[in-house]
């Protein structure tokens, strides 16, 4: 998987004039250290993102129906109460999903987001008093953060904004990453390059939706990178194409990858059995 890269555009073109050649327009941060413009830390408010990933103990499906249809439904209630006991201004998101049968180290994943990382905390905590934990491993757990990226201008409707808007297609392909040192030894203008060829091989992919955040010193990766689309064929072509480009080759880890189902909580659950 090392030909995706976290800071590209999606399938989606960005709004900007696009250049003679028919590229995009992009932006270059001439100074993305921050060591010569002295530039002061950003305090602004920003979307925090937690993907859980949850592993059921095969005992749980040992006990009788009526219990497990009990504990499933406490479950339920903590997670959304999580969003639903909230005010409104919280901003709090619950995205649930479904990997029953499509990976063996996890069955499903909800993807929370909110503008204080305690939050994640707390929706924890919830879950941590039911008794369905009492079966659950959580052997994927990741955090970060959403930031607009320096290769791309402001693109309408892309989590490369300051919100992500997320869930909107009916596959999340989910994978850490981080490039390798090297890379940040290039000069801007060649990272930019790169990237504007990335950019361009991913254009016409327009079913295909990135939402990059940044894990930089606060979980172990550097971005986690999620991709909303309904059409996995289309996702599939576009990793493929992207392994040509030259920037995979700075890729140092990218996995391991999590095709993620959309789903009601309900239903995430009862495919637990």
């Known amino acids: 998987m090392s ?3 976290p800071e590209q555009t999606p399938a989606t073109p960005p709004t900007g004039r696009p250049a003679a050649s028919g590229r995009p327009k992009m932006m270059v941060d001439l100074d993305p250290s921050g060591q010569v413009t002295g530039r002061e830390g950003d305090r602004s408010n920003r979307q925090f993102m937690n993907y859980a990933f949850f592993k059921l103990d095969p005992a749980f499906r040992r006990l009788p129906q009526a219990e497990r249809d009990e504990i499933r439904a406490e479950f339920q209630a903590a ?5 639903s006991d909230a005010p409104a201004e ?5 995205r649930p999903y479904s990997l029953v049968g499509v990976r063996g180290d996890v069955d499903f994943m909800l993807w929370r987001i909110a503008f204080d990382v305690r939050d994640f ?9 039911t008794r369905l934990m009492g079966y659950l491993t959580q052997p ?3 955090v970060s953060m959403n930031k607009r ?4 201008n402001r693109v309408e409707g892309s989590g490369h904004g300051l919100e992500v808007l997320p869930g909107q297609g009916q596959f999340l392909f989910i994978y850490p990453f981080m490039k390798t040192r090297a890379w940040y030894d290039l000069t801007p203008h060649s990272r930019q390059g790169m990237m504007d060829e990335h950019i361009h091989a991913s254009a016409p992919f327009k079913g295909v939706r990135i939402n990059t955040s940044y894990s ?3 979980d172990d990766q550097e971005f986690v990178v999620s991709f909303d689309s309904d059409y996995p064929q289309e ?24 095709t993620c189902v959309k789903k009601e909580l309900a239903g995430v659950l009862g495919d637990l059995g």
Do not use: C
Request: aromatic share 16%; no cysteine.
């Open 3 to 5: 030909e995706q890269k």
């Open 79 to 83: 997670a959304e109460g999580w969003v």
């Open 90 to 94: 919280k901003g709090l998101i619950l």
């Open 121 to 129: 905390q707390e929706a924890q905590a919830r879950l941590n008093r």
């Open 140 to 142: 994927y757990n990741f």
């Open 149 to 152: 990226s320096q290769y791309v």
């Open 216 to 218: 930089y010193g606060i």
């Open 235 to 258: 996702f599939v072509d576009l990793v493929h194409r992207l392994r040509y480009t030259e920037a995979s080759m700075y890729t140092l880890q990218d996995t391991p990858m999590f």
